[in-house]
């Protein structure tokens, strides 16, 4: 978004001036609260805020045009918190609720939306934390595999699902040519840490405690307690996110079977994807990796769209 | 109006909005339902269960769309892509109209996610009637406009809410998806007379109707779709049909989400109102 006016126009007699207003109006909205969770006193010019807000909204026989301001700010903070902390319990619980918080209100504030829809929310959270080690220290690198394993469920959930290859077109096609496409809505994913069973535990968790209890403050309760799922020791993992029947899945790969599926999803052929797996891997292991693969409908056709590295 | 070229000249009585706590008792029961409406945006999607399920109620229900995101009323041109997975669902749902709202919530590109009030000018009313019509245009269905619930007024308005609304809608020639607990709720936060706004509004284009639960604070009142229908929002309704004939008529509840039953019983006493409208007319 671009840097709002100095004053929001008094006169709205142009679409120019409607876009002015709403870049004001807008700023004002998606500001970070402050530390009482209330619209900030201060402008980013340094203006009291109660000021700016009478400039363009009209106060009531009840509220300021500050406290009017203030429903929209904290509406757009709990609306949008709510939706990481739906998106994100495995972050939620390894950081716990003081450091996820500030980290979610770091990243909204850096990395607003720019989707119609709240699905995306969290597409770019993984290369924040990255470039913002200091926000999750000491976790960073537990914390980039868990966003990365927990958008990659976004991604299986309601990614595309192109027409499967069938077992005849590929024997039509020798090994030595033939390149195959991955499913648009299958992660593959090397981690340090075994984080699908991790965020596999922390639901677990938060769904027992949502059945044990109906109270008001059930979801108060399960933030503070969220964090008491062990933290993951490292273990070399190697896991494909995705959906069978429209289900999600995840599913852990042989190392040998991550580096074929990771060729394949990079454009190499299925001659040069299967040297990938090494000397050690047998024929017949491979066979029956592909006779899996293909079951679960995971090639397809190699499109155009290019796939991020696995790892 | 029960059927006019708003709401593909359809008379659809009396639908609940299709929720996931839902999903499985209709799916499984199969209840008897006059239709329901979708929220756009969550089947606007490539692939994955959200599209399977729409196909299961496809195939027994009649779907309306609902949207939340084209922002009409934002400066920002109509986003072509957006527009395009629009179509497609409308394709998909072959839904006769479909409705969003009076509002903006994006600027440059950035999405706020909420139903922002408008500064209610003529320059804001052209530029969205000329973003109605475009999309409308686009899509080709008919298109209907939710008037929101506000929280805010603004200096630089130069008329009332229901004046825009007017302006606009005669502007696009579009139809209204007047929402009746959205004007109470207004009328109570910006102290108005919301008898006033129905009675003011071009009758004959309202394609559909909303009513909802609220929630009352000390100094406002929130639009929050987690209660019942109170009965000033009941009475407002009873006033909007007989000034505006009856039309497709929709329960929201968004939070809190009671049993299919509990929702759908709730909306049927929509019916009340309407057969006292229907007498009134005779």
Not at chain 1, 164 to 191: D, F, K, M, N, W
Not at chain 1, 240 to 255: M, S
Not at chain 1, 271 to 281: I, K, Y
Not at chain 2, 81 to 86: D, K, S
């Amino acid at each position: 978004m671009k840097r709002p006016p100095k004053h929001a126009p008094a006169r709205i007699d142009s679409t120019a001036g409607l876009r002015l207003f709403q870049r004001m109006m807008a700023a004002a909205v998606v500001r970070p609260l402050d530390g009482d969770d209330n619209l900030q006193k201060t402008w980013i010019d340094g203006r009291p805020m109660g000021e700016v807000a009478a400039e363009f909204i009209k106060p009531n026989d009840r509220l300021t045009s500050f406290e009017r301001l203030e429903l929209y700010n904290k509406m757009y903070w709990y609306r949008l918190f709510d939706a990481i902390r739906d998106d994100c319990p495995g972050l939620q619980a390894a950081l716990g609720e003081d450091a996820f918080t500030r980290l979610a209100q770091a990243y909204l504030a850096a990395c607003p939306s720019r989707s119609f829809t709240l699905r995306n929310l969290c597409s770019r959270l993984e290369a924040f934390i990255r470039a913002n080690p200091r926000l999750t220290a000491p976790r960073t690198a537990l914390a980039v595999e868990i966003a990365r394993f927990e958008w990659a469920q976004t991604v299986a959930f309601d990614g595309e699902a192109l027409p499967v290859v069938s077992a005849a077109s590929l024997a039509r096609t020798p090994p030595a040519r033939l390149r195959l496409g991955l499913q648009p809505y299958v992660t593959l994913l090397e981690l340090r840490h075994p984080v699908d069973t991790y965020v596999m535990s922390v639901k677990r968790r938060d769904a027992m405690r949502s059945e044990a209890s109906n109270t008001p403050d059930s979801k108060v309760v399960h933030r503070r307690t969220a964090r008491r799922a062990s933290l993951p020791r490292p273990a070399r993992t190697f896991v494909a996110v995705h959906r069978l029947d429209n289900r999600l899945f995840y599913k852990r790969l042989e190392p040998g079977a991550f580096r074929i599926l990771d060729a394949l999803a990079r454009g190499a052929t299925l001659a040069r994807a299967v040297a990938a797996a090494g000397p050690r891997v047998k024929p017949a292991q491979v066979q029956a990796w592909f006779t899996t693969w293909m079951a679960l409908g995971w090639f397809c056709a190699r499109g155009n769209k290019r796939r991020p590295r696995a790892s | 109006m029960p059927a006019n070229r708003f709401n593909g000249n359809t008379d659809y009585g009396i639908g609940i909005g299709l929720r996931v706590p839902h999903y499985s008792h209709i799916l499984s029961k199969k209840p008897v339902v006059d239709w329901f409406e979708i929220i756009s945006e969550n089947f606007m999607v490539e692939g994955g269960r959200p599209l399977e399920l729409l196909d299961r109620i496809l195939e027994q229900y009649r779907v309306v769309q609902h949207g939340v995101s084209m922002y009409f009323g934002s400066a920002d041109k109509p986003d072509r892509t957006h527009m395009r997975r629009l179509k497609n669902l409308v394709k998909r749902t072959k839904t006769p109209w479909l409705s969003d709202h009076l509002c903006w919530g994006s600027v440059d590109g950035t999405y706020t996610h909420d139903l922002l009030p408008m500064p209610y000018t003529f320059a804001s009313a052209r530029r969205t009637a000329e973003k109605i019509k475009q999309v409308r245009d686009f899509v080709e269905v008919p298109i209907c406009v939710e008037n929101v619930s506000s929280y805010a007024e603004f200096h630089a308005s130069e008329m009332t809410e229901w004046e825009f609304l007017s302006e606009v809608v005669e502007l696009a020639d579009c139809g209204i998806l007047l929402d009746v607990n959205n004007i109470y709720v207004s009328s109570k936060n910006h102290s108005f007379n919301p008898y006033d706004y129905v009675d003011n509004i071009p009758h004959h284009r309202v394609g559909q109707m909303h009513v909802a639960g609220h929630t009352k604070f000390e100094k406002y009142i929130l639009d929050t779709h987690d209660h019942p229908v109170l009965d000033p929002v009941w009475k407002l309704y009873a006033h909007a049909t007989r000034v505006c004939g009856v039309s497709a008529t929709l329960l929201e509840w968004d939070d809190k989400i009671p049993s299919f039953d509990e929702v759908h019983n709730e909306a049927l006493k929509a019916n009340e109102f309407i057969d006292g409208a229907k007498k009134a007319v005779v």
